[in-house]
Nanobody, 119 residues
């Protein structure tokens, strides 16, 4: 059974930091590209950052130089370190696992964790 379980969300003041964690199970984690997405009220879900199976990373322009994605393949974990948080970072953050094998795609999502940036 595939599971992605996020943790680490909460309420933080502007300028503060949070570290999100995602525990993965039920699939070959090391072979998957992993990512963090977010969805704010009334907005579409958007990519925050991805880390490929090989370790390369991609960030949304809005979070570059503030957020860092990382993974620990030995523990089946992916992390998102968020620094210098802004009110516009408020959203539900989702963990994603993705792999494409020829014409087949495997796309897994967690249930999300709320991040609220407010004074």
């Amino acid at each position: 059974q595939v599971q992605l379980v996020e943790s680490g969300g909460g309420l933080v003041q502007p300028g503060g930091s949070l570290r999100l964690s995602c525990a993965a199970s039920g699939f070959t984690f090391g072979s998957y590209d992993m990512g963090w997405y977010r969805q704010a009220p009334g907005k579409q879900r958007e990519l925050v950052a991805t880390i490929r199976s090989g370790g390369s990373t991609v960030y949304a322009d809005s979070v570059k130089d503030r957020f860092t994605i990382s993974r620990d393949n030995a523990k089946n974990m992916v992390y998102l370190q968020m620094n210098r948080l802004k009110p516009e970072d408020t959203a539900v953050y989702y963990c994603n696992g993705y792999r494409r094998i020829f014409v087949n795609t495997f796309d897994y999502w967690g249930q999300g964790t709320q991040v609220t940036v407010s004074s």
